[in-house]
């Protein structure tokens, strides 16, 4: 399956496959898939949803991967989470303090905890990186399945847009 990222901001195009969906997309871009020789619209692609899709990826994780349970990697999930809820409920600094935290254990947790500081940097950033390194990171937790996890994300992408 492939696809074309048309990036809204510069009018820029990224082609990719299922493997790469995730770590392809950025804040306002629209999720295009090739089909033969037609073109599909899947959907956009706000901040929000960027967001969206990269805590969830490293919930999934962190839940799957991480060896050991870490309260602030948790906490930086949650406010992520919350922030999604309603973006006024916790703020851009309180994010970064949650991530800063979580990072403090990033050297135990090693990526799981790295894909869940990146998505809440997404949520109080401009998303882009870190957006993308909420995605890799939680690809490279996945070690020798990497593909798998890749796969994995393209997937959940796909289904968040109802496209089976």
């Known amino acids: 399956m492939n696809f074309i ?15 790469h969906l ?5 804040p306002n871009c629209e999720i295009v898939r090739i089909i033969g020789d ?3 619209a899947i959907g956009y692609v706000s901040h929000k949803t960027l967001v969206h899709f990269a805590v969830e990826n490293a919930h999934y994780a962190y ?12 906490n930086c999930i949650d406010l992520t989470r919350k922030w999604l809820q309603d973006q006024s409920s ?3 600094d309180q994010l970064k303090q949650a991530a800063n935290a979580a990072a403090y254990v990033a050297h135990a947790a090693t990526y799981v905890a790295n894909a869940a500081i990146s998505a809440a940097y997404a949520a109080g950033d401009a998303a882009g990186d870190a957006a993308y390194n909420a995605a890799a990171n939680a690809a490279d937790a996945a070690g020798k ?3 798998d996890e890749q796969n994995r994300q393209g997937n ?4 968040f847009f109802g496209v089976e």
Do not use: R, T
């Open 38 to 40: 037609k073109h599909e």
């Open 90 to 92: 916790v703020s851009a």
């Open 5 to 19: 990222i048309f990036n809204l901001n510069d009018g820029s195009q990224v082609s990719c496959d299922l493997a």
């Open 63 to 74: 839940q799957n991967y991480a060896k050991k349970q870490y309260p602030k990697v948790q």
């Open 156 to 159: 959940f992408i796909l289904k």
């Open 22 to 26: 995730s770590q392809s997309l950025s």
């Open 145 to 147: 399945n990497k593909l």
